[in-house]
């Protein structure tokens, strides 16, 4: 099994600046292993083998994920466990069948079982799902999710469904890591056209200035910006990195907008914070040095980074007087004027530079994040905590709630379909419920 991995990571490592940053995650290692095995190709190598994107072919990779089972086990009409789980060693290669139908039942929420029919072996119908561990019934576990990626705190829920807050919290805690995955498994392969990065301020436990002069050491309390990149033509959040407003946050961010696109790089747009040029070039650029001049002379070792011939940056710079904005001007730092101007004319939705669009969502994420709303004693105590919430909101946003911006003409031209943006992004085919998106199964659970 070692030298399996071994081999995995590399033959699907992208490139060897992934490799000087982080190893792939496991995730990311099953969603490549699965598209390899489809294909029977690698889009990462460099032997002159073509790509192939999954873009625009949802249908086929849904159907790629319903073939290894990882479907859901009470989100679909067939089971995740009676496709694809094995047994342990003495009957390993038996797979249970599609016939089998749960033993029993367990606890009060009446838990299906399935049985082995070899190994007489029990397996729970919750288990590799975001309800493992949870002693709710289904229907108020999917009640306390929804009430929290609306807005509502958790005294709230718990109010509103009789529940405690430690429940609620739980409950929150194990939907916002399950959410995190099936975003890891399914975003992938993205075609990106613009982006746009902007951050957002919030705070956990206490706002920069109480904080003593020891708890200022401490990274994971006092403001903490959401460092955000938003894709407008498919109303995507490509990467939300909650952390300290520095360099190293902002990179994390284009790290993870490049992971995620298919080696097409959009055009960015920014406001003028200057280490968002900075983490564009580290990500997208090339390292170079300068030549010595002349024969004579020690050598030079300077170098730095310059950007690559794709690579198209924007920024919009505000004027304020008295905390009111006066004037809006924007400047191109990278790329030539008619590469953008062409960009914008093709988009269907950017008439010019502009950061409006992430703006737009950071003010959805404030109205539907109770962790996020000003004022409020709904604020985060724990950084955890802090995180757990907006992957469930953000994984509620992509998958669940249909987008009103996106929705499309029927093939009658008489009816509106409605449509999420995992679907414009062609990851997902339908809309999905509160259901079928926490028992996404999660194959290392």
């Known amino acids: 099994m070692e030298e399996y991995h071994n081999q995995s990571r590399e033959i699907f490592a992208p490139c ?3 490799l000087f940053f982080e190893p792939p995650s496991p995730a990311q290692q099953l969603y490549e292993t699965l598209r390899w095995l489809r294909t029977g190709r690698d889009d ?23 073939h290894q089972g990882m479907t859901g086990l009470l989100g679909f009409n067939k089971s995740f466990i009676a496709r694809r789980l094995t047994c342990k060693s003495r009957c390993s290669r038996t797979k249970l069948t ?3 139908t749960p033993s029993s039942l367990y ?17 729970s119908a919750r288990r590799a799902t975001a309800l493992w561990g949870i002693r709710l019934c289904d ?11 609306e807005g509502n705190g958790i005294r709230t829920t718990s109010r509103i469904l009789d529940l ?12 916002g890591e399950h959410c995190r995955f099936v975003e890891s498994v399914l975003m992938h392969h993205l075609h990106l056209e613009e982006c746009q990065l902007d951050e957002m301020w919030s705070f956990v436990f206490k706002k920069q200035g109480h904080l003593s002069a020891f708890e200022q050491l401490m990274d994971d309390i006092g403001d903490i910006w959401l460092h955000v990149a938003f894709e407008p033509r498919l109303k995507l959040f490509l990467a939300v990195v909650p952390a300290k407003r520095n360099l190293e946050s902002i990179r994390k961010v284009t790290r993870t907008v490049h992971l995620k696109s298919d080696g097409h790089t959009p055009l960015f747009t920014g406001d003028e914070y200057s280490g968002n040029l900075d983490a564009l070039l580290w990500e997208y650029g090339q390292l170079a040095r300068d030549d010595r001049q002349g024969l004579v002379g020690p050598p030079i070792r300077s170098s730095y980074m310059v950007p690559t011939s794709g690579l198209n940056f924007a920024v919009v710079n505000k004027t304020r007087e008295n905390g009111r904005i006066q004037s809006v001007k924007s400047e191109i730092v990278l790329g030539s004027k008619r590469k953008i101007k062409k960009i914008l004319d093709d988009s269907p939705c950017s008439r010019n530079i502009n950061i409006s669009f992430v703006e737009r969502s950071n003010l959805h994420q ?5 962790r996020l709303t000003r004022k409020t004693l709904g604020f985060s105590k724990k950084l955890a905590m802090h995180e757990a919430q907006i992957w469930l909101c953000r994984g509620y946003y992509h998958y669940v709630r249909p987008h009103s911006s996106l929705k499309v003409r029927s093939d009658d031209k008489a009816h509106w379909t409605q449509r999420t943006p995992a679907m414009a992004a062609g990851v997902t085919n339908h809309v999905w419920s509160m259901k079928e998106l926490l028992t996404f199964p999660n194959c290392y659970n």
């Open 44 to 66: 990462c190598s460099e032997h002159g083998l073509e790509i192939v994107h999954l873009n625009g072919q949802a249908e086929t990779l849904m159907e790629h994920f319903r």
């Open 16 to 18: 060897s600046r992934q």
């Open 98 to 100: 599609e016939t089998n």
């Open 366 to 370: 404030r109205l539907n994040n109770r």
């Open 164 to 175: 405690d807050k430690d429940t609620v919290q739980r409950c929150a805690l194990s939907a």
């Open 107 to 123: 606890g009060k929420s009446k838990v299906p079982l399935f049985r082995c029919i070899r190994c007489n072996e029990r397996y």
């Open 139 to 149: 229907e108020d576990y999917f009640r306390v999710t929804k009430s929290l990626a």
